[in-house]
């Protein structure tokens, strides 16, 4: 019963029914256009039941490209949207139109939520990248949440995964210092590149330094100088957009940065031993040929 209520028709009008044609919106016709709800719940990384791969439901994809938004704050909710590719940020704005960054989805992660308590956006989502989202309509999803009760609460798990993030970086600025919190933030990024099948020791920061430090509570200076420091004492590399973690460990229990002199001290005797170990390994090849 549930096919023949929920199944997709792929007419045109149907799509523009769901959203009004905009130049802002850029609904692309590009790429993957339906997943199977098995797809789906693969992308979100939670278990299909039996009786969920044999679904014929279809869930459309729309393309989005840099810069675009996908809704904005007080536009009617009807929609979750799932990441299927790309990076999006979610930010507030206040009435001097300042941003406050609030995540930074990416691959596999679930936003719109916040539209559900008032049935409109508190936030607005933009493309960070071109993006290929996956729509998820609330009507549709309530529907398959009385018929499949397992796939209920797995959606409620994701639900509060991001919701635990949210906690998280909450947490995390108001007990760490702002180089702990830069420091933080790359491991996170670096784990959630890892669940995403991607390197997690040498990856491209797809936001800018400005949205970092919007997003840590920190300033565009504060960010790009932690990230030289870090790249200084050899917990990082950094060539301009490009992130190569050398020692998560450090990362991960860093509390606050050395003194500048200390570091200096640091890079010296680091740069001395590395010297010492070139004339050893010179040496080492002279007395082998």
């Given at each position: 019963?549930?096919?023949t209520?929920?199944?997709?028709?792929?007419?045109?009008?149907?799509?523009?029914?769901?959203h009004?044609?905009?130049?802002?919106?850029?609904?692309?016709?590009?790429g993957?256009?339906?997943?199977?709800?098995?797809?789906?719940?693969?992308?979100?990384?939670?278990?299909?039941?039996?009786?969920?791969?044999?679904?014929?439901?279809?869930?459309?994809?729309?393309?989005?490209?840099?810069?675009?938004?996908?809704?904005?704050?007080?536009?009617?909710?009807?929609?979750?949207?799932?990441?299927?590719?790309?990076?999006?940020?979610?930010?507030?704005?206040?009435?001097?139109?300042n941003?406050?960054?609030?995540?930074?989805?990416?691959?596999?992660?679930?936003?719109?939520?916040?539209?559900?308590?008032?049935?409109?956006?508190?936030?607005?989502?933009?493309?960070?990248?071109?993006?290929?989202?996956?729509?998820?309509?609330?009507?549709?999803?309530?529907?398959?949440g009385?018929?499949?009760?397992?796939?209920?609460?797995?959606?409620?798990?994701?639900?509060?995964?991001?919701?635990?993030?949210?906690?998280?970086?909450?947490?995390?600025?108001?007990?760490?210092?702002?180089?702990?919190?830069?420091?933080?933030?790359?491991?996170?990024?670096?784990?959630?590149?890892?669940?995403?099948?991607?390197?997690?020791?040498?990856?491209?920061?797809?936001?800018?330094?400005?949205?970092?430090?919007?997003?840590?509570?920190?300033?565009?200076?504060t960010?790009?100088?932690?990230?030289?420091?870090f790249?200084?004492?050899?917990?990082?590399?950094?060539?301009?957009?490009?992130?190569?973690?050398?020692?998560?460990?450090?990362?991960?229990?860093?509390?606050?940065?050395?003194?500048?002199?200390?570091?200096?001290k640091?890079?010296?005797?680091?740069?001395?031993?590395?010297?010492?170990?070139?004339?050893?390994s010179?040496?080492?090849?002279?007395?082998?040929?």
């Amino acid at each position: 019963m549930l096919s023949t209520q929920m199944s997709e028709v792929r007419p045109e009008s149907q799509t523009s029914a769901l959203h009004p044609p905009s130049a802002e919106a850029g609904w692309q016709r590009q790429g993957k256009l339906w997943s199977n709800l098995k797809e789906l719940c693969e992308v979100l990384r939670i278990p299909a039941t039996p009786s969920v791969a044999d679904e014929e439901l279809l869930f459309q994809h729309v393309q989005f490209k840099t810069g675009q938004r996908i809704h904005t704050i007080g536009q009617t909710f009807d929609t979750l949207y799932i990441v299927h590719s790309g990076f999006l940020k979610t930010v507030l704005i206040d009435e001097f139109g300042n941003e406050q960054v609030l995540s930074f989805p990416m691959k596999g992660d679930l936003f719109g939520v916040d539209g559900i308590h008032t049935k409109r956006y508190a936030s607005e989502a933009v493309a960070l990248s071109n993006c290929d989202l996956i729509l998820l309509p609330f009507k549709k999803f309530t529907a398959l949440g009385r018929t499949h009760v397992e796939l209920e609460h797995a959606m409620y798990s994701v639900m509060s995964r991001e919701l635990v993030r949210e906690q998280a970086m909450v947490s995390m600025l108001g007990a760490l210092s702002a180089e702990a919190r830069v420091a933080r933030f790359l491991v996170s990024l670096a784990e959630r590149f890892a669940e995403m099948g991607y390197s997690s020791k040498l990856f491209n920061l797809r936001m800018t330094r400005h949205e970092i430090g919007s997003y840590l509570g920190l300033t565009l200076e504060t960010v790009s100088r932690t990230l030289s420091a870090f790249n200084e004492i050899g917990l990082i590399t950094v060539d301009q957009r490009s992130i190569g973690i050398k020692d998560a460990d450090a990362l991960k229990t860093l509390r606050r940065l050395p003194p500048s002199s200390s570091r200096a001290k640091q890079v010296a005797a680091k740069k001395a031993r590395q010297h010492a170990q070139s004339i050893a390994s010179s040496w080492t090849q002279l007395e082998t040929a």
